[in-house]
C-alpha cells in the first residue's frame, strides 16, 4: 500500500484481557520498529525487524509483550494480560536499509494504534 | 550508544516571529539525524533529515536545520511561525552500521500565540 497501515486504530481493552496490535508496512520495507507512545512523551522504543529476524527488543517492557513478524511483512504486537499503565498509542514504523546499512533512509509512521486499558 | 536531547519541553513564540528548537545527540558512529512533527491526533511526519551531505537542511513548511558535529547539535529553526506550526516536535537520531536504531528526543511542545 502507499503507507503504513496500522489496525485497529482504536481499542479498549478490560484490564487482562490480551490484545494483538497489526502493521501492515510499506511493501518491500526491511526495517521495521514498533514504539509505545503514552499520553504528553515522545515515542519509546519497543522492538526492531529487520525482515522476519527481531534484531532488538530491549525496549520491551515485560514478558507480557510479545511482537512477530513471521514472513517479514506484516507484524503483530501482542500484550497478554493488560494492565492500565499500557495505555497508550502504539506507533509502528518501517523503512528501507541502506545498500551500505546507512541510516539515512526514513522512517515512515502509521497513524497509530491507540490502547486504552480500563 | 546514542541519545538525544530536547533542551526545552516547550517553546512559545508569537506569530510571524523566529522558532528555534535545541537538540543536542550523542553517537557512537556517524548519525542520521531526522526531525518530525506530530499534530494533535496525527501522525508522525518527517519534516527535514540530515544524512551527511550539507549541513544545513532545508525541510518542508519553512523550517531548516543546520549539522554542527563541534557541538553535536541539530536545531530546529523557522524565520517566522505561523499558527499552523503549533504542535510537537520530535529530534530523532539513527544509528549506521548493520543495526540502525532509532532514538527519539522526549519532544518539544511549540504554542504560537497569535
Known amino acids: 500500500g502507499a503507507g503504513v497501515s496500522q489496525s485497529p486504530r482504536y481499542k479498549v481493552a478490560k484490564r487482562g484481557q490480551d490484545v494483538a496490535l497489526r502493521c501492515d508496512p510499506i511493501?518491500?520495507?526491511?526495517?521495521l520498529f514498533w514504539y509505545q507512545q503514552a499520553l504528553g512523551q515522545g515515542p519509546e522504543f519497543l522492538t526492531y525487524f529487520q525482515n522476519e529476524a527481531q534484531l532488538d527488543k530491549s525496549g520491551l517492557p515485560s514478558d507480557r509483550f510479545f511482537a512477530e513478524r513471521p514472513e517479514g511483512s506484516v507484524s503483530t504486537l501482542k500484550i497478554q494480560r493488560t494492565q492500565q499503565e499500557d495505555s497508550a498509542v502504539y506507533l509502528c514504523?518501517?523503512?528501507?536499509?541502506?545498500?551500505?546499512?546507512?541510516?539515512?533512509?526514513?522512517?515512515?509512521f502509521g497513524a497509530g494504534s491507540r490502547l486504552t486499558v480500563l | 550508544a546514542q541519545s538525544v536531547t530536547q533542551l526545552d519541553s516547550h517553546v512559545s513564540v508569537s506569530e510571524g516571529t523566529p522558532v528555534l528548537l535545541r537538540c543536542n545527540y550523542s553517537?557512537?558512529?556517524?548519525?542520521?539525524l531526522f526531525w518530525y512533527v506530530q499534530h494533535p491526533n496525527k501522525g508522525l511526519q518527517l519534516l527535514l533529515k540530515y544524512t551527511s551531505a550539507a549541513t544545513l537542511v532545508k525541510g518542508i513548511n519553512g523550517f531548516e536545520a543546520e549539522f554542527k558535529k563541534s557541538e553535536t547539535s541539530f536545531h530546529l529553526t523557522k524565520p517566522s511561525a505561523h499558527m499552523s506550526d503549533a504542535a510537537e516536535y520530535f529530534c530523532?537520531?539513527?544509528?549506521?552500521?548493520?543495526?540502525?536504531?532509532?532514538?527519539f528526543g522526549i519532544g518539544t511542545k511549540l504554542q504560537v500565540i497569535p
Open positions: 511493501s518491500g520495507h526491511v526495517s
Open positions: 514504523a518501517s523503512s528501507l536499509p541502506g545498500l551500505d546499512f546507512s541510516g539515512a533512509n526514513v522512517l515512515t
Open positions: 553517537s557512537s558512529y556517524s548519525p542520521s
Open positions: 530523532v537520531v539513527r544509528g549506521s552500521g548493520g543495526y540502525q536504531k532509532v532514538t
